[in-house]
Each structure stands twice: as structure tokens, then as C-alpha cells.
């Protein structure tokens, strides 16, 4: 009687396990097959004006800066001018101790007036001989001297014009030698070239400073014309295509950061640098000068500032959220065969070359997403133009990063939620 218990007993036991177990694999069974729904932000395609635009940082300098050199080698013997002086063009800047030119002006003038009172003898001379020359002439003709005098005036003659002539060519040298002495001496003094601000002042009153007519003199100052100030931006290879003389910019300077000035492009250069040569880090940029059109702040030389470059505008185009773009493997169309990269048939050893990605956005119908392959045009911050692919009114996926660029599959079922874009929030899906 009691083992015929224990058997019922264990028999309500292992009824009892085998029911929970054919429970947890049903549960199991119909949950793989319930659908993930993915829960998305969505934003419908409308026409929008889009702007393009370029952003560089740089520095706000002068568009006119001279710097003052020595052109001679002396002792600087009066500066009255300082650092930050506004002066005017004609003003003196600088002088150097003249004593050494003026003397050296002094002995290429004696020089001169010797190299023409020598002139004048061998003119003199040369007068002297035509006369003598023309009167032996006139005795030869009528046979009352020899040949052999004859000849011997002639040849007096031809010296004296040469002798002259050398003459001559000593007064020009004089001259010249005059004119070089005193060119030194006016660079003794320096006047400024243009209307400006001495922007950096480098030497001190009684410093030694050289200079030659072959080479880069001492630097002593430099005059900036602060009224005409332009930002210098270096712009990566990839985007200084984009710009043209003539785009419009807004300019940022660190120092007034309440503020927008408007600039202009007016030069781009030809050339790029390279900096990190050879290594990972290599980077060309081009210089891009932007004139800044504000007149009414102060701005200095050397300050930071950012530019937005207005490249390109396009009015009434279709665009949707920049993010809404995505890449994903091209759709399979039905019936078709694997290619290769090259749009041939697949490689023969059996596999299948990679075949490119394309730019899709994601559209919501009737609660599940379809997969649309677009062609952008230009972008902003914000919004990017589709310029084929989509029209006005589908509603695209803009959120969140994850669904878009990981989740989302031609077909995955979707939940909108877009009550985190109207307050400005970010949902916690997004941030992973």
C-alpha cells in the first residue's frame, strides 16, 4: 500500500515537471516568433533652402602689412615712433648714423669734378689736335709736308678722341659711383610707405643693425594698415574646391563672441602646405584670405576666429535630415545573379567580389520600414537635398543614430515615437 503511494506521488511530480517544461519551450517558440519592433523618430520630406557651407579656423590679419628693413649698416640714431602709433605715409620712422655715407658722398663728388676737369684737358687736347690735324691737312694737299707727318697728325688726332672719350666715360663713372653714394645716405632715413599702425616694433634706439643691396636687411619694425583687416583660413584639399572668390562668409572672432562679421573671399591660394610629411598624420591645406567688411570693431592682428564659408545655395530643393542618410548594401533584385565589382559575373573560384555600398534613407509605411536608395546633393548642418529617390511627404526615419545606421532593414517593423524630438530630448536608445 505504501509503495503504491510513493508511485502516485512520483508520478504527480514528474506530470508536474513535464507540464512547466512544455510551457517554457511554447513560450520560448512564440516569442522567436513575435517581431522586434524598433522604436524611431521620423520627420517628413519637405522643400527647404539649403545652404553649403565651409568651415575653417584661422587668424584675423591686415590685409596690408610692410615690414620696415635695413637697407645700410649703422647705429640707429633716432626712433620716434612706438609700438601701436598711428602714423602717416611720408612719416619718419628710423634713422641710421649717416656720418659714413655722407663721407662716402663727399669723395664721389671730388671724384666727379676731377673726372671733369679731366674732361675738359683732353677736350682742350682734342681741339688742339683737329686744328693741327686740319692745318697739316691742308699743307699736305699741297705737297709742302711729308707723308710721314702727315701721318703723325693724323695719329695725334686719334688719341686725343680717344683720350676724350675715356674722359667722358670717367665723368659717367664719377657719376654713377655720385648717385650709388647717395642712394646709401637717403636709406639712412626711413619714411613709412603707407597710412597705418606700427603693429610690432623690433629694434631699440642705439641698436647696430645691417643691411646690403643683396640680402634681407634687419627687420626694425612693421607697418600695418589696420583699416582693411582680412581672416586667414587654411582650408583642407577636400573642401577648398568647393570655394570661389566672391562666397560670402560669416566670421566668428574669439575675442567679440556675441558677434557675426561678414566677410568676403577674395583670394585663394594656388599652392597648398603639407604639414606631417610622410607620416599618418599628413595634412595640405590652402591658404583662403576672406576680406572682413565690418568697419565698425576693433579688431587686431593675430586673433582666433572661425569662418562659415557660403559655398553654395539652393532654394526649394526636397531635403531631409542629414542623418536620415545612411549606407547599406544594395537590395538583391529578384532573379538576379551575384556580380563582381566590375559588373561582371562572379569570380570563378566560387565567391563573390564586395559589391559597393549605397546611400539610402529609411521610409515608414504602415508601421514597417522600406529602404529607398537616394542621390544627395548639397548639405548643411542640418538638412541634406535629395536630389532623386524621394518626394515630398514620405515620412523618413531621423532618429535614432542606432536604428539608422545598425538596426533598421529593408522591412523591420518600427514604432514612432517622436515625443523626444518635440521636447528636445534625447531618448536612451539614441545614446548607445
Known amino acids: 500500500m505504501a509503495n503504491n503511494k510513493k508511485s ?20 520560448v517558440l512564440l516569442g522567436s516568433k513575435r517581431e522586434n519592433i524598433i522604436s524611431v523618430q521620423t520627420e517628413k520630406v519637405t522643400h527647404r533652402t539649403i545652404t553649403q557651407v565651409v568651415t575653417a579656423s584661422g587668424k584675423i590679419q591686415p590685409e596690408t602689412t610692410v615690414k620696415i628693413n635695413a637697407e645700410v649698416s649703422g647705429e640707429i640714431v ?30 664721389a663728388q671730388a671724384g666727379l669734378s676731377s673726372a671733369k676737369a679731366a674732361l675738359a684737358l683732353q677736350s682742350a687736347s682734342l681741339e688742339k689736335a683737329q686744328t693741327e690735324f686740319n692745318r697739316g691737312k691742308d699743307l699736305y ?5 711729308s707723308d710721314q707727318d702727315f701721318i703723325t697728325l693724323k695719329t695725334s688726332l686719334e688719341i686725343a ?11 659717367a663713372q664719377a657719376g654713377a659711383s655720385l648717385k650709388q653714394s647717395k642712394e646709401a645716405l637717403y636709406k639712412t632715413t626711413i619714411y613709412s610707405p603707407i597710412d597705418g599702425v606700427v603693429s610690432q616694433l623690433i629694434s631699440e634706439l642705439g641698436e647696430r643693425v645691417s643691411g646690403s643691396s643683396f640680402t634681407q636687411g ?30 560670402t562668409s560669416l566670421i566668428d572672432v574669439d575675442a567679440y563672441p556675441n558677434r557675426k562679421l561678414k566677410g568676403i573671399v577674395y583670394e585663394i591660394a594656388n599652392t597648398g602646405t603639407t604639414t606631417g610629411s610622410g607620416t599618418q598624420e599628413e595634412v595640405t591645406t590652402f591658404l583662403v584670405k576672406i576680406r572682413v567688411l565690418d568697419k565698425d570693431i576693433d579688431l587686431r592682428p593675430g586673433m582666433s576666429m572661425t569662418a ?40 570563378g573560384n566560387g565567391m563573390t567580389a564586395p559589391e559597393k555600398q549605397e546611400e539610402v534613407v529609411f521610409v515608414v509605411e504602415n ?37 539608422i545606421n545598425r538596426d533598421l532593414e529593408d522591412g523591420s517593423a518600427v514604432r514612432i515615437d517622436n515625443t523626444a524630438k518635440r521636447f528636445g530630448m534625447v531618448s536612451k536608445e539614441a545614446s548607445n
Do not use: C
Not at 601701436?84 to 659714413?100: A, F, H, N, S, T
Not at 678722341?161 to 665723368?171: D, L, P, R, T
Open 218 to 247: 634687419t627687420e626694425i619694425m612693421s607697418v600695418a594698415d589696420l583699416s582693411r583687416m582680412e581672416a586667414q583660413v587654411d582650408v583642407g584639399e577636400n573642401d577648398v574646391v568647393l570655394i570661389s572668390v566672391g562666397d
Open 367 to 403: 508601421g514597417k520600414v522600406k529602404q529607398l536608395p537616394v542621390k544627395r546633393g548639397i548639405s548643411n548642418d542640418s538638412y541634406v537635398e535629395i536630389v532623386s529617390g524621394v518626394k515630398e511627404g514620405l515620412e523618413v526615419v531621423s532618429g535614432s543614430y542606432k536604428a
Open 141 to 145: 694737299s699741297k705737297k709742302l709736308i
Open 78 to 107: 633716432s626712433l620716434p615712433v612706438k609700438e601701436g602709433q598711428k602714423i602717416r605715409k611720408g612719416d619718419l620712422l628710423v634713422r641710421i648714423k649717416p656720418d659714413q655715407y655722407q663721407a662716402q658722398v663727399d669723395q
Open 161 to 171: 678722341k680717344a683720350q676724350y672719350q675715356s674722359a667722358e666715360a670717367g665723368v
Open 8 to 27: 502516485k506521488k512520483k508520478l504527480f511530480i514528474f506530470s508536474g515537471i513535464g507540464v512547466v517544461v512544455i510551457v517554457l519551450v511554447l513560450v
Open 308 to 347: 562659415d564659408i557660403q559655398t553654395e545655395t539652393k532654394n526649394n530643393v526636397l531635403a531631409v535630415p542629414i542623418q536620415s542618410v545612411t549606407t547599406r548594401m544594395p537590395k538583391m533584385q529578384e532573379g538576379a545573379k551575384p556580380q563582381g565589382a566590375n559588373g561582371g559575373a562572379k569570380p
